[in-house]
């Protein structure tokens, strides 16, 4: 799955999927939540970016903003 970073808010260089299957957008990195299954930020540091489907491998799909050419 590629995520199309020109949708990211400006600055925000995370993004990562929760195991249900929602992509964020992150101003700050991320960290797996205590309980599992989900990434977490300062509420006012994420923003919502696409459902796609569960994924049982949530954690590892942290991504970081590709640098620019």
């Known amino acids: 799955m590629k995520l199309d ?8 260089n995370w ?3 929760d195991e249900d299957g929602r992509w964020f957008w992150y101003g700050v990195k991320p960290v797996p939540g205590i309980g599992g299954g989900v990434w977490r ?3 006012r540091a994420q923003a919502f ?3 796609d489907d569960p994924n049982p491998l ?3 799909t942290l991504l970081e903003r590709p640098a620019q050419p």
């Open 5 to 12: 970073w020109t949708h990211a808010p400006q600055g925000w």
């Open 15 to 17: 993004a990562a999927q």
């Open 41 to 43: 930020a300062p509420s």
């Open 49 to 51: 970016a696409r459902q």
């Open 58 to 60: 949530w954690h590892e």
